[in-house]
Each structure stands twice: as structure tokens, then as C-alpha cells.
């Protein structure tokens, strides 16, 4: 193990997660144990019931993305030079940018009462609240992500394989059953895993869909029980059901060896193509036109209910200049943060495994490197009550949003980050480590003259991303936000929630295009960085 000043970085980002989490759980014990009769009390039939209406819209949300993922990934692998799929794969990609708020309301715009579909269907339309708008959100995020990742197991299949089938003339049914099915079927319970994962966390989308209490999930009744309800005793046993649930399905992901940080830059490579029969290509062209417009639609209602408002009105107001303000900061601190900590842990771990020679891991290098994965157990909606309850009879609670949007949010990002730095990071320690020793270059100038040409994109990349999550993020300023701190998404909730809605959807376009911008920069940088 290296010397303290050494492992020093690494030691207190360690530090800074155990204290954000740390500080929930003492939040959540200490309220526990004030009130345990009201705790084990709200063990109750609605509790059961929001517990298990959590586990069966994350259920129908996994089979509804992942079955029409099959079909859209062998679809876009079996035609590599099927036009505008580089179109199509780039549109996939836009729901990992889009904020969970502004995705509802494109949903809202074009399957609610006054949508696009009520319009043509007439009054009779039954509208888009309650478990068919969160399946229909979360089909719209979790199908792109499926499809993308199932098309890149469909592209480790050996080319001798595709080549052999094409020579013999193998037709699409014998060529899925004996080539791609295999495939597709060791990626699935991983792929299916992290959707599940998904959406048994989400938040936005059940408290802008949800619809009332017969279709809340555990998240969302957590926030009630401190913002509405105020039943702290609820809360702490709301909030411990909910991070069981979670850790329960990140073990079974583990063992499935799934990848819960996801990735923002998916490579898909062209392949060589089996030569598809005419019949099989009208229908893949059809599943692909049918996939790619139900993505694009909420988009385009997005779009045009936010050109509809007044844009140049709601740039000038006061409350969405501060709340646009409020964001970037809060973001860009944010980020800055979650680049320091991510590169210390990096830097770190890297720095006792080149000491470390052929021995084992120790336990501080195991904990650098799977450290920032504990913070996916613990959503930021369980972290934020855990702390609301902690400061709460200490502090004006709603004055601590800044710290704790940017705290949380940092954290949340790490996983992410650290997929951007630690390659390029550890690839050029390789390199450069033994010829800065001998030279004598150390400190402030190995960081400009070596590090940082190296370096530059992968945390460009890495913040980039970190602050388009962000500015997206509702969960934590749900919870801490006030009229005296606003960002877009609260402020977008809030017109939302007041039934503005042209000033609701003004702001989401402006808040989609900000975060749109971010992840292209996040994404150009980091295939220019391979």
C-alpha cells in the first residue's frame, strides 16, 4: 500500500460517499428509532400494495421494452446498410439526454386529454395517467437503451459464423434459432436486469404519470410522506423497503454480471450481412419504421408544444432566468465535483495496483474500485429523505438544497464518470509512470505537460455527462426545493403542477435542448477520445 500522502485522494473521496450515505442512514435510523411504533405501523395493506404495484409496472416495463428490443436489434444487425439507420441509432441515443420530466410531458403532449391522440379520437379518450402512461414512458426510455445494448451482443458473434450461413444459404429462421437466439439469450437476463433496475427506481416519470395513490411506486410515496403528508415515521419504513428492493436486484444483476452504470457512447459497428429474403426485409423495415416513430413522437410533441408557448415571454421572466441560472451553477459545481472524486478514486486505485505487483487486491483498492457502484443501491430520492430527516430539527432544511442537489447529484454521477476517465487514465499511467519517475517530473507540471493532453476529453466527456444529469435531475430538489430555490425541472413541475401547461412545455424544450447539447458534446468527445 502506498504512503498516506499517496492513497490521501482516494481516502477522502471514499470519505465523501460514506458521509452522503452515511448521513441518510443515520437520518433514517435516528427517526426510526424516535417513533418505532409509527415505523413498524406503516408496515400496512397500502404499503404492501404500493410495493407490489412497484414490482409489477418494473415487470410490464421490462417486458414491454426488452420483447420489441429483440425484434428492433436483429432488425438493424441483420440490415447494416438499411437506410437511415445511422439516423435511427443516433435517435435512440437522444432518450439517454432527455430529463425524465420533459420525456412525461412530451408523453402527456401526445397521449394525454388534450393531446394530439384525444384530437383525433374525440372526447372519449381515456387519457394517459396512471399505469399506461408510466409503461408507455418507460417503454420510450428503456427500448432504445435495450435495443443498443442487445444490437452490441449481436455484434460480438464471430464473422466466420455469419459467412458459413450466407454460403450456405441459411434463411431467417434457422439463422436466429441456430446464430443469433444463442447470443441474444446469454445478453438477455443482464439487458432485462438493468430495465428492471430502471424503472423499479424511477421517479419523475410515476410522479408526473402516476395518476393517485392506486398507481404510486416507492419512491414516489416516500416524497409524499415528507412533502405532503409530512409522516417521517412512514418515510423511514417506506425508504427501507425500497432499499431492500434495490439491493435485492442489484445482488441478482451482479450475479448476472450486468453493466448498471449503462454507457453513454455504445459502440455499434457495422457487421457482414446475412443476405435477408424480400419478405424478411418488408418486415424488418416495418418494426424499424414502427420503433423508430414511437420514439420520435414524444420528441416532436415535445417540440411543437414548446414552440407553441411563448418563448420570448418565459426568457424574460424572472423566475426562469433564476431557476435557468440556479441550474447551470448548481450543474457545473456539481460536475466539478464528480470529476474531483472520480479522478482521486481512479488515480488512486491505479497508483496500489502498479505497487501492487502479482498479489491480490486488498481491500482499500477493492473499495476504490467498486466504491462509487455503492451509491447505486441507495437512490437519490432515499438519500435526499435520509438527509431532509437528519437536518430537518437542525437547520432550515429548504437552505440546504444547494448543498445537497450538488452532493447528491455528484455522486450519482461518479459510476459514469469514472467509465470515461479510467481507461484512458490507466492506459496512460502505463505509459508515462517509469519515464516522469526517472525525469523527475511530478506534481503541477507532470499534470500539464503529461496528464492533461491525455486526459483533456475523457473528463471533458465525464462532465459534460455529469452535468446533463444534473440538469435534469427532479429527485432531490423534489424534495428540497423552495420558492427561494428553484431549478428548471422544479420550476417545470411546479408550472406543471399550477396546469401552465404552454409555460410547462416552453421550459421543457428549453431544459431538453440544454441537456441534448450537453450529451452530444459528452458523446462527440468521447468517440473522438478512442
Not at 444463442?182 to 410515476?206: D, H, K, N, Q
Request: proline share 6%.
Amino acid at each position: 500500500m502506498g504512503s498516506l500522502r499517496a492513497i490521501g485522494p482516494g481516502l477522502l473521496a471514499l470519505g465523501a460517499i460514506a458521509l452522503l450515505i452515511g448521513g441518510a442512514f443515520a437520518g433514517l435510523l435516528a427517526e426510526g428509532l424516535s417513533n418505532p411504533d409509527g415505523a413498524l405501523a406503516a408496515f400496512d395493506p397500502y404499503l404492501l400494495r404500493v410495493a407490489r404495484f412497484t414490482l409489477w409496472q418494473a415487470a410490464l416495463s421490462t417486458l414491454l421494452s426488452v420483447a420489441p428490443a429483440i425484434l428492433v436489434a436483429r432488425a438493424l444487425s441483420r440490415h447494416p446498410s438499411f437506410p437511415g439507420r445511422g439516423l435511427i441509432l443516433k435517435l435512440f441515443a437522444v432518450p439517454l439526454a432527455l430529463p425524465a420530466i420533459v420525456a412525461a410531458l412530451g408523453v402527456l403532449a401526445l397521449y394525454g386529454r388534450a393531446g394530439l391522440f384525444s384530437s383525433l379520437w374525440g372526447p372519449g379518450w381515456p387519457g394517459i395517467y396512471g399505469l399506461s402512461g408510466i409503461l408507455v414512458a418507460h417503454v420510450f426510455f428503456n427500448l432504445p437503451l435495450a435495443t443498443r445494448l442487445l444490437l452490441e451482443a449481436l455484434d460480438t458473434i464471430p464473422p466466420d459464423q455469419l459467412r458459413l450461413a450466407a454460403q450456405l444459404g441459411m434463411g431467417a429462421r434457422p439463422a436466429f434459432t441456430l446464430i443469433e437466439w444463442p447470443t441474444i439469450r446469454r445478453a438477455l437476463p443482464s439487458v432485462a436486469g438493468l430495465v428492471f433496475m430502471l424503472c423499479i427506481t424511477s421517479f419523475t416519470i410515476v410522479l408526473t404519470l402516476g395518476g393517485g395513490p392506486r398507481a404510486t411506486t416507492l419512491e414516489v410515496a416516500i416524497y409524499q410522506a415528507l412533502r405532503f403528508d409530512f409522516d417521517p415515521a412512514r418515510a423511514v419504513a417506506v425508504t427501507l423497503l425500497q432499499i431492500l428492493l434495490t439491493a435485492i436486484v442489484l445482488a441478482a444483476l451482479a450475479r448476472l454480471g450486468a453493466n448498471v452504470a449503462g454507457d453513454a457512447n455504445l459502440s455499434v459497428s457495422r457487421r457482414s450481412p446475412l443476405r435477408p429474403e424480400r419478405f424478411e426485409t418488408a418486415f424488418n423495415a416495418a418494426v424499424l419504421f414502427v420503433a423508430a416513430l414511437f420514439v420520435l413522437s414524444p420528441m416532436a410533441a415535445t417540440v411543437i408544444a414548446g414552440l407553441r408557448a411563448d418563448l420570448a415571454r418565459l426568457a424574460s421572466e424572472q423566475a426562469v432566468q433564476t431557476a435557468a441560472l440556479t441550474s447551470l451553477v448548481l450543474a457545473s459545481l456539481s460536475a466539478i465535483l464528480c470529476l474531483a472524486l472520480s479522478l482521486s478514486l481512479v488515480a488512486t486505485r491505479q497508483k496500489i495496483a502498479a505497487e501492487r505487483r502479482k498479489t491480490r487486491p486488498g481491500l482499500l483498492e477493492r473499495l476504490l474500485d467498486t466504491g462509487a457502484g455503492f451509491v447505486l443501491v441507495v437512490p437519490p430520492i432515499v438519500i435526499g429523505s435520509g438527509w431532509f430527516l437528519l437536518l430537518r430539527t437542525r437547520i432550515d432544511v429548504f437552505g440546504a438544497a444547494p448543498v445537497m442537489v450538488v452532493a447528491v447529484n455528484a455522486v450519482m454521477a461518479m459510476p459514469f464518470a469514472i467509465r470515461a476517465i479510467r481507461p484512458a487514465y490507466d492506459a496512460a499511467a502505463t505509459r508515462h509512470d517509469r519515464i516522469a519517475a526517472q525525469l523527475g517530473i511530478t506534481g503541477w507540471n507532470r499534470l500539464r505537460l503529461i496528464d492533461w493532453p491525455v486526459l483533456r476529453r475523457p473528463l471533458l466527456t465525464g462532465l459534460a455527462f455529469a452535468m446533463a444529469l444534473s440538469l435534469g435531475d427532479l429527485g432531490v430538489i423534489a424534495l428540497f426545493g423552495s420558492d427561494a430555490v428553484q431549478t428548471l425541472p422544479y420550476l417545470l413541475l411546479g408550472r406543471m403542477g399550477s396546469y401552465r401547461t404552454e409555460d410547462a412545455a416552453g421550459v421543457a424544450l428549453l431544459l431538453g435542448l440544454l441537456c441534448l447539447a450537453l450529451m452530444l458534446i459528452a458523446d462527440r468527445l468521447g468517440r473522438e477520445a478512442r
